[in-house]
């Protein structure tokens, strides 16, 4: 088995990877991939929110 960032054979205390560079790399990737989706969701939040739900209704 291989490392899946560097190709290097893995190390059991870092398996899959290869050393704690290539876990860190491997999990920033997965964070980046992850941070995507909530910001496409705030686009939609607040205009359904403030459609159904209007925090001011004195203001007017
Ligand atoms: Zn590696």
Redesign the pocket.
């Known amino acids: 088995m291989t490392?899946p960032?560097?190709?290097?054979p893995t190390d059991k205390s870092y398996r899959p990877?290869?050393?704690k560079?290539?876990a860190d790399a491997d999990l920033g990737n997965w964070i980046k991939g992850n941070y995507s989706i909530p910001s496409s969701n705030l686009e939609d939040m607040p205009e359904s929110s403030s459609k159904d739900a209007p925090r001011f209704p004195q203001r007017h």
């Not at 960032?5 to 290097?8: A, L, P, Q, V, W």
């Open positions: 490392c960032i560097c190709s290097k990877f290869c050393s560079r290539c």
